[in-house]
């Protein structure tokens, strides 16, 4: 979850701490990510925190040693995204959603070029910041799946959907 990474978009999902465990050993760990304004959505202060995280993950190599994929796949998490208003300096709780996910499974294949190319399946949020394609900032819970590529550069660029989704910026700008 790239997929943890906070520098450009990125991927949340059931699996939100499974890049930062050791291959093959499971992962219990809570945490959220505060957005300004701009980042995750274009109107206020959003901050995605989830429990309940339980992965496992798999890295695979070729035969000269390299990473070519990594597989992990987890229960389901609660996911909370909450307003935190306009301010700056003294962001204000606001309007909350909640989402108890099904669990998901995340392949990411490390590309010759050095690009990685993400398919996610089950309960995923993605998160789009400006400098994305299509751009952000926007913030989507799917159910389904969701495939993006991320280049070298850090970008992701979304390539397909499929399920039903929420548009977490517009349910919480009431």
């Not at 520098?7 to 059931?14: E, P």
């Not at 993006?148 to 349910?171: E, H, K, Q």
Request: overall charge neutral; aromatic content about 8%.
């Amino acid at each position: 979850m790239k997929t943890t990474s906070i520098t450009r978009g990125f991927a949340l999902s059931a699996l939100a701490a499974a890049a930062l465990v050791a291959p093959a050993q499971p992962a219990l760990a809570d945490g959220s990510y505060f957005l300004p304004i701009g980042q995750g959505c274009a109107d206020f202060n959003l901050e995605w925190s989830w429990t309940g995280t339980i992965t496992h993950t798999k890295e695979f190599f070729d035969k000269n040693g390299n990473k070519v994929r990594l597989l992990s796949a987890g229960k389901g998490t609660v996911n909370t995204y909450t307003n935190y208003g306009t301010k700056a300096k003294k962001p204000v709780a606001g309007e909350s959603i909640t989402i108890r996910t099904d669990g998901s499974v995340t392949e990411t294949v490390y590309n010759p070029d050095g690009s990685q190319t993400v398919t996610a399946t089950g309960h995923n949020g993605l998160i789009m910041f400006p400098s994305d394609v299509p751009a952000g900032p926007s913030t989507t819970h799917y159910t389904g799946k969701i495939v993006y590529t991320i280049g070298t550069d850090g970008v992701f660029t979304l390539v397909s959907t499929s399920g039903p989704s929420i548009d977490v910026c517009a349910a919480l700008a009431s």
